[in-house]
């Protein structure tokens, strides 16, 4: 320890601002002590630590610490870089929040493009990508007519059967037979 060093607790710390405070082992005032004063690499200061330093006034006329080390934690030399904060949980959980939200757009984006601008493969032209994975065997269209409201439905090689549209938003299905159609009460189509 040189002579000229001061000798004090920390009392208070701020991790996440890098900055606090050291009762002086002489009493008097608490003397502030920010991060970029302290010459160790070994770890943080934390309060309870016992911070050799020396007294100076900075430019605005407050005393503070500077050369400050703490005691049994190795000093840095002058070819090692000098302490970095770390990042506040805050931030670092904002951070992940944002890579999230990120990825899920992403992901939506991807799925929309292709929905979009790529055929699918798995349905017919008139179905939608969604009912034709659900109900990839069921060819039966119910379709309710516009005109009159009644339920009716279509199947493969009818007239009107390729120009029908199923919109379960409106009520429309699918069904796999004749039979399941007339069931849930449906009639055949005219046409």
């Not at 002086?24 to 770890?43: D, M, Q």
């Not at 500077?66 to 302490?83: E, F, P, R, Y």
Request: glycine share 10%; net charge positive; with cysteine.
């Amino acid at each position: 320890m040189k002579p000229d060093l001061n000798k004090g607790q920390l009392i208070k710390w701020n991790d996440d601002r890098g900055f606090g405070f050291i009762k002086s082992g002489e009493g008097g005032k608490e003397v502030f002590l920010h991060i970029s004063a302290v010459k160790t690499t070994g770890r943080r200061p934390k309060v309870g630590d016992t911070i050799f330093y020396a007294l100076i006034t900075a430019a605005d006329g407050r005393i503070r610490a500077s050369d400050a080390s703490i005691q049994g934690v190795v000093s840095q030399s002058s070819t090692t870089q000098k302490l970095k904060p770390t990042p506040t949980k805050r931030k670092v959980k904002k951070f992940r929040v944002i890579e999230t939200i990120l990825g899920i757009g992403g992901v939506a984006a991807i799925v929309l493009f292709q929905m979009q601008f790529r055929p699918n493969r798995l349905s017919t032209p008139t179905s939608t990508p969604i009912t034709a994975i659900a109900t990839p065997s069921c060819v039966v269209k119910g379709n309710i007519s516009i005109a009159t409201g009644d339920k009716l439905y279509h199947v493969p090689g009818m007239e009107d059967y390729d120009g029908t549209i199923v919109d379960s938003a409106k009520g429309e299905r699918w069904f796999c037979s004749e039979a399941e159609a007339v069931a849930a009460g449906w009639r055949k189509a005219p046409r």
